[in-house]
């Protein structure tokens, strides 16, 4: 289905919203926006039979709850104390981060004006009151609903349209600065891992990912046998960070309620691992098709994806380092 209107949550604030995805930190895997989209969607299709597609996000603050320790720029999540046992000893936990967020969410509709349900009930009503009427019951069902396991405290602004002129992309783009979009670069991680193989051709996908995110020097020795340590630049430019967008099977399904303990006792069940990629937190201002910026569930055995489909143009690549330092500012 093809997108036919856009629903915009405007600074959404997030309270203790999950900072953990998997193998990496710092911002709650996209798997968790697309669930709250398909939740709200859930709702929307009960009361008026219509549904949502993907989202985009936006995050225009961050705050992980971490702290420095060691001196050596490490970080530690500062975890809650929970009571001790009865036996007086401290209680097992597992690591949890938290974080609050202020993030906007662009939302595709499925559907445009002529199916916004009627206010009073009856077909007659004015597109106006229609709008106002959807308008409402987003208000009403939209703090109902956590986000990346978090609670949501305030809404900016709740926003429907059908379509977008020049006028009004350019003021929807503004209108979400300061902030950065986080797409899907795959491409750049192909692409390295693909000029890798040529000088290593064991090398693991996985080994291409971690030059992107690790931070790397090297010795080098001047004409005086001197030794100084230099560091190793990044495969690519630009605000890049790994990524979690799914999953993997690694089991057949099994019947519901055969596995013990599993938390749905009504739905088929089985076991996957997460999967990783690389992501790029990019400035919304230079987007000219929204399309680009959107998150979708794709479902192609043995995969469970968050896909997104954004492509750079060289304006995009020429201004990356900028880019990148704006973002680590706000971030």
């Given amino acids: 289905m093809s997108m036919k209107s856009t629903l915009l949550?405007?600074?959404?604030?997030?309270?203790?919203?999950?900072?953990?995805?998997?193998?990496?930190y710092g911002f709650p895997a996209i798997s968790h926006f697309l669930g709250f989209t398909h939740a709200l969607s859930r709702r929307l299709a009960r009361d008026y039979g219509l549904t949502l597609g993907g989202c985009a996000v936006i995050a225009h603050?961050?705050?992980?709850?971490?702290?420095?320790?060691g001196g050596r720029g490490e970080q530690v999540f500062a975890l809650t104390r929970n009571p001790l046992t009865h036996e007086g000893n401290t209680a097992p936990f597992n690591e949890e981060?938290?974080?609050?967020?202020?993030?906007?969410?662009?939302?595709?509709?499925?559907?445009?004006a002529d199916d916004l349900p009627s206010g009073s009930g009856q077909d007659g009503d004015s597109l106006d009151l229609r709008i106002a009427?959807?308008?409402?019951?987003?208000?009403?069902?939209?703090?109902?609903?956590?986000?990346?396991?978090g609670t949501l405290l305030a809404i900016g602004k709740?926003?429907?349209?059908?379509?977008?002129?020049?006028?009004?992309?350019?003021?929807?783009r503004m209108s979400l600065l300061p902030g950065f979009a986080l797409v899907c670069r795959h491409d750049l991680l192909s692409k390295h891992h693909q000029q890798r193989l040529v000088a290593e051709p064991d090398g693991e996908l996985l080994d291409s990912l971690l030059d992107f995110v690790t931070l790397r020097h090297r010795a080098q020795r001047d004409e005086k046998e001197e030794v100084s340590w230099q560091r190793v630049a990044k495969p690519e430019s630009g605000y890049l960070v790994p990524l979690a967008v799914g999953y993997q099977e690694i089991s057949p399904i099994h019947d519901p309620g055969s596995v013990p303990s599993s938390r749905d006792q009504e739905t088929p069940f089985r076991f996957v691992e997460s999967i990783y990629t690389l992501g790029q937190w990019v400035s919304p201002h230079r987007i000219d098709d929204l399309d680009a910026l959107l998150w979708r569930y794709r479902y192609q055995e043995p995969y469970y994806l968050c896909e997104n489909r954004y492509q750079?143009?060289?304006?995009d690549e020429d201004d990356s380092d900028t880019e990148s330092v704006l973002a680590s500012d706000l971030f």
């Fill in 158 to 172: 709740v926003q429907w349209r059908e379509a977008y002129d020049e006028a009004a992309l350019f003021r929807l």
């Fill in 97 to 112: 981060g938290r974080m609050h967020l202020d993030i906007s969410l662009l939302i595709e509709c499925h559907f445009n």
């Fill in 9 to 24: 949550l405007h600074h959404l604030k997030v309270e203790n919203a999950n900072a953990i995805s998997g193998l990496t």
């Fill in 312 to 315: 750079a143009s060289e304006l």
């Fill in 133 to 149: 009427t959807l308008h409402q019951w987003f208000a009403r069902t939209i703090p109902t609903l956590r986000v990346a396991g």
């Fill in 61 to 69: 603050q961050v705050d992980v709850h971490s702290h420095p320790v």
